[in-house]
Nanobody, 123 residues
C-alpha cells in the first residue's frame, strides 16, 4: 500500500515562499508520476503541477506557472513543490498524489493521495 505524507505548509505573507514535501513509502516511487493538487474552502480540488517519474517532463496550472516549481528526488522517495511569490488566492489545502504511469491533470488519474497540508497566505 502506497502512503504519501505532505509537509511544509504554514502561514506566510503575500510575496513569500514555501516548499512543500511529499514523502512516499510502500510503492514504486521511482517509476511513478507525482502530482500536486489544492483545495480552497468552498471550492473543488484543482490541479497544480505534475512531474514524470524521471523528472524530465512537468506540467503546471496556468495560475501557478512561473511561480511554482515541482521536482523530485527518487533516491529519497520525495517530491517537492517550491512555491514563490505566493498570493492570498494560493491559500488552500495542498495534496500530493501518485500514479504508476504518465502525468495527468485530472484527480481520477491518480491512484494514491496524501492527507494534505494547509497553506495560508495573508495579504
Amino acid at each position: 500500500q502506497v502512503q504519501l505524507v505532505e509537509s511544509g505548509g504554514g502561514l506566510v505573507q503575500a510575496g513569500g515562499s514555501l516548499r512543500l514535501s511529499c514523502a512516499a513509502s510502500g510503492g514504486s516511487f521511482s517509476v511513478s508520476a507525482m502530482g500536486w493538487f489544492r483545495q480552497a474552502p468552498g471550492k473543488e480540488r484543482e490541479f497544480v503541477a505534475a512531474i514524470t517519474w524521471n523528472g524530465r517532463n512537468t506540467n503546471y496550472a496556468d495560475s501557478v506557472k512561473g511561480r511554482f516549481t515541482i521536482s523530485r528526488d527518487n533516491p529519497k522517495n520525495t517530491a517537492y513543490l517550491q512555491m514563490n511569490r505566493l498570493k492570498p488566492e494560493d491559500t488552500a489545502v495542498y495534496y500530493c498524489a501518485t500514479v504508476t504511469g504518465d502525468i495527468g491533470t485530472m484527480e481520477g488519474w491518480y491512484d494514491y493521495w496524501g492527507q494534505g497540508t494547509q497553506v495560508t497566505v495573508s495579504s
